[in-house]
């Protein structure tokens, strides 16, 4: 999908979009932080018949709901891509060694040489998080690597392997 982005002086920058159905959809970044979410008239693509704006709080839900799917999607598609790739979502349980430490404590990168891609928290996923994400109880940990490595997380996160 081809994105187009505009900058607008004084205001920020546009991306914008045509969805498959010809639809066209923008979403303007304005300099204060502000977002308004765009949806163009059918028959004028210049024209735009909705203009919403979202907070901060707004545009992360937003993103939220539309992400996380998309990065589980990704996942599995990269493994039928490549043989051996294996993806696995698990747990930070009650009572873990790791329940209120950061990735960093784990070395689970230099440990194992598997990567934590997200870590899912609720409905909010923390794409790519660094080393002074804190864990908490309740949180799901999406882990690439192989059948041993992640294997080997499985057990840092369980036990502190």
């Known amino acids: 999908m081809e994105i187009e982005q505009t900058s607008l002086p004084g205001i920020g920058l546009k991306h914008e979009f045509s969805t498959h159905s010809g639809r066209r959809v923008a979403v303007v ?19 735009a018949c909705e203009a919403i704006q979202l907070n ?21 598609a990269l493994h039928s891509e490549i043989e051996g790739l294996v993806s696995i979502q698990l747990p930070i349980l009650p009572g ?12 689970i990168r230099t440990r194992t040489g598997a990567s934590v891609v997200a870590v899912v928290r609720g409905p ?10 804190r864990f908490t109880a309740g949180d799901v940990v999406v882990v690439v690597g192989d059948d041993e490595t992640t294997r080997a997380v499985a057990d840092i996160l369980t036990d502190g392997g």
């Open 96 to 107: 873990s060694p790791y329940d209120g430490r950061t990735l960093g404590d784990t070395r």
């Open 124 to 133: 909010q996923v923390n794409a790519s998080p660094t080393p002074d994400f």
């Open 29 to 47: 970044s304005h300099r204060s932080g502000r977002r308004d979410l765009i949806i163009y008239d059918r028959s004028d693509p210049d024209r």
């Open 56 to 76: 901060d709080e707004e545009a992360d839900a937003l993103v939220e709901l539309l992400g996380a799917p998309r990065i589980v999607q990704r996942l599995n």
